[in-house]
């Protein structure tokens, strides 16, 4: 049976990435962020720095100028993340995009894995039509013109987006709108002419972009994966990036737990710490049994992940689902327990729920991994 530890090289990732974060990467760069409205959505140093610790190349193999450290030791990073409410280019681009690349890329497509190593090229996956996580609904059309395609349809909640050097855009080459039959992934320029990009800044200080496509002409060299075969290789990316957002709402959950037992320590009520009754004490317990639950349940993702595991999409949903729970919980009793002060915005608390929400959704929701599991379990 597989231990459910992390390896020695595994546990030194985690530290070197909590050390960047935690100095490089405060909360209070978030909200520096936010307030200015930063075009970027990211501070540059911040992002350079990461990418010369090796993070943006993670996953990406050595010949391309990575580590291939794996899924446990992205998902540590993506952990430390979550506690700092980090904002970087690292899930869309060294998480997404070069696990699509690596996936179903082929020939010079997969040079691109290079540049995104070194910070210089950044990704985005464009998938989602609805205001749902619907990744076999896809109405946009790939209409084959001479030796490429025209490309029509829009796209929204894609993912730094407006940073975006290449869209990863799935278009429907043949079948009905919700087939999983005739999906097709295509490799689009953002400054292409007819692509649009609109950017929207979320409540969590992130940024999604809504993206439209008009007669947006690509060649056969586009195609990332076999043409009407592309729902396959997209599903094995959703897997990976759901089991790294689950991996980052255990980051920044825990931290919203610590803050929140701490605040409990210093805050009197009638004279005494609130730490000291009882029926608060029962909730931090709830919720440290909870989050103990979702470490298991991350790991064992990333595991199976990384040994290409038969349940691994089982693993998968199942900790998505319970990471998305467990964040909604520990963050609405974070700010509960803060009292008044938690619903202000002077205190971080509140950015922790701010931060959730759009994680929980984003890739699908608690039902929809729940439904999941229940159809991969044959129910």
């Not at 209409?143 to 490309?151: K, R, S, T, Y």
Request: hydrophobic fraction near 45%; glycine fraction near 10%; proline fraction near 2%.
């Amino acid at each position: 049976m597989q231990k459910l530890v992390l390896t020695e090289e595994q546990q030194m990732l985690k530290d070197a990435a909590q050390g960047l974060f935690s100095d490089q990467a405060p909360v209070s760069q978030l909200r520096k962020l936010r307030d200015e409205k930063d075009p970027l959505g990211y501070v540059p140093e911040f992002w350079n720095q990461a990418v010369e610790l090796g993070l943006a190349g993670t996953l990406i193999p050595e010949a391309y100028g990575g580590s291939e450290f794996g899924h446990v030791g992205m998902g540590q990073v993506m952990e430390e993340g979550g506690r700092t409410l980090a904002a970087s280019p690292l899930f869309a681009s060294g998480v997404l995009g070069a696990c699509a690349l690596m996936l179903a890329g082929h020939g010079s497509q997969k040079d691109i894995l290079k540049d995104i190593a070194a910070g210089t090229h950044l990704m985005a996956l464009a998938i989602d039509e609805t205001g749902r996580h619907q990744p076999a609904r896809v109405a946009t059309k790939a209409e084959a013109q001479g030796d490429g395609f025209v490309l029509n349809g829009n796209k929204t909640f894609v993912v730094d987006g407006h940073i975006a050097n290449t869209l990863i855009v799935s278009a429907r080459t043949s079948g009905g709108e919700r087939d999983e039959q005739g999906i097709t992934l295509f490799l689009v320029d953002a400054n292409a002419e007819g692509v649009s990009v609109e950017r929207t800044i979320f409540p969590d200080g992130r940024n999604y972009a809504k993206v439209e496509l008009q007669n947006v002409a690509v060649g056969a060299d586009a195609v990332l994966g076999p043409k009407d075969q592309g729902y396959e290789s997209l599903q094995k990316v959703l897997d990976i990036g759901n089991a790294h957002l689950a991996a980052e709402l255990l980051g920044l959950s825990s931290e919203a737990f610590e803050r929140t037992v701490a605040y409990m320590k210093e805050r009197k009520q009638f004279g005494v710490y609130i730490s000291s009754f009882q029926a608060l004490q029962h909730r931090a317990a709830h919720m440290w049994s909870e989050l103990e639950q979702v470490k298991s349940m991350v790991l064992k993702a990333l595991m199976a992940l990384d040994a290409s595991d038969d349940q691994a999409s089982l693993l998968v949903s199942a900790a998505k689902a319970k990471a998305s729970q467990v964040a909604e919980l520990v963050t609405n009793e974070g700010v509960q327990l803060h009292g008044g002060m938690g619903m202000t915005d002077e205190f971080d608390i509140g950015l922790f729920m701010k931060r959730a929400r759009p994680v929980q959704l984003l890739l699908g929701d608690f039902r929809y991994h729940a439904d999941r599991v229940a159809t991969l379990k044959g129910f």
